[in-house]
């Protein structure tokens, strides 16, 4: 597993866990991994099921892949003058223009913005406290505040879930 921005494997978190149990230290409250549409299955296979046994706050980091959830980024030459090449040409792939489709279809059906979608999966996902998200102008802003209004489907989350697959 790729070790997160807490530095914890699943293993290490549990055991930190377990310490402050045995000794009565205070424990760790809350999480923050690398999880968003494109970016699942290191969390979802080791750290969720820890998280939520113990009940634990998951606060997700690049939780817009850098932007790529954005549908900003579809080619090589959208990313060709961007400050952001280096960490957005990993998801220029099969699977990652798939999540883009996926993204927006349930865009067009709400007509809402991709991000507003990508960040609203986030939400609805049990387990997950807040995504973190930047914001460089105002109509980015709004697209991270209608996310925390928004509601998606039970076919609209199957659909992105089979899309980032």
Do not use: H
Request: net charge neutral; charged share 20%; glycine share 4%.
């Amino acid at each position: 597993m790729n070790a997160n921005w807490n530095n914890y494997t699943p293993e290490r978190l549990a055991q930190a866990l377990q310490v402050s149990e045995n000794e009565g230290y205070p424990a760790y409250q809350s999480l923050q991994p690398l999880f968003n549409l494109y970016d699942r299955a290191d969390y979802e296979k080791e750290l969720e099921p820890l998280c939520r046994e113990k009940g634990l706050g998951v606060i997700s980091y690049f939780s817009l892949a850098s932007g790529f959830l954005t549908g900003k980024y579809r080619s090589e030459a959208d990313i060709a003058n961007s400050s952001r090449r280096d960490m957005v040409k990993k998801y220029l792939n099969e699977r990652g223009l798939r999540i883009l489709r996926a993204l927006d279809r349930v865009a067009q059906q709400y007509e809402v913005t991709l991000a507003t979608v990508a960040l609203a999966w986030l939400i609805n996902r049990p387990g997950i406290t807040a995504p973190i998200a930047s914001a460089t102008n105002l109509d980015q802003l709004s697209e991270l505040i209608e996310a925390t209004k928004f509601k998606l489907n039970p076919a609209s989350i199957a659909l992105l879930n089979q899309g980032s697959a």
